[in-house]
């Protein structure tokens, strides 16, 4: 009688586990995210002889979103994901007086893959890499003669790579925590055995809030 009992407690705490398990984590999901953006831009320069080099970073706020499909089996997950965030990221000088001249971190658009394992029912950990395009918005201003304002963008290629921790909160709902680093195709030039180049690359933590249907 002893043991039926102890056999009948086991199965009774089994079962809770059990039908959690059943939660798929395969299938499309979309999400929000908000986080912390920190791009740095590289000016590498030499007339042949001396060579200069220097790197200003800014940090901001980015915000948007990603969407993407997953497949999960036998502990593991594939998937596909799109994803489009902006940025508060912005850094400006005055110039010739009291013209101002600001650089600003536009929209960036990924595409992308990633992997990872099931850590527990409706939770995983994993790796993403992909495609970047972002954009660069510079502006100026000239308050003495507003005819010579510009506002001009650039779209620019690259790629990322990052990981992630996406924490269950029920059947659908999840919540993660993500780092990416960025890298985007850069500006060279070069003119009688002088050559200059400027790279802008990319950090940033985000924390979003998801669902699975």
Known sequence: MKTMFLFALAAGLATPVAAQTAVNVSGPRVEARIGFDHPVLTLKATDGTDS?????????????????YDYGTDGMIVGAYAGI??????????????????????RD???????GYVLRPNSVIYLKG????????????????????????DNLDGWHIGAGVELGLGAHAYGKLEYVYTDYSGYKAALDGASASLDLARHQVTAGLGWRF
């Not at 220097?54 to 990603?66: C, L, R």
């Not at 965030?85 to 600003?104: F, Q």
């Not at 970047?132 to 963008?153: E, K, M, P, T």
Request: charged share 25%; glycine share 18%; net charge negative.
């Open 109 to 115: 658009i990924t595409l992308g893959i990633r992997g």
């Open 130 to 153: 992909g495609y970047s395009n972002g954009q660069a918005r510079l502006g100026y201003v000239d308050r003495a003669d507003a005819s010579n304002d510009f506002h001009i963008h």
């Open 52 to 68: 200069y080099k220097d790197s200003a970073a800014k940090s901001g706020v980015s915000y948007g979103g990603e969407i993407g």
């Open 85 to 106: 965030t902006g940025a508060s990221t912005e850094d400006c000088s005055e110039i010739y007086g009291s013209d101002k001249a600001c650089l600003k971190a536009g």
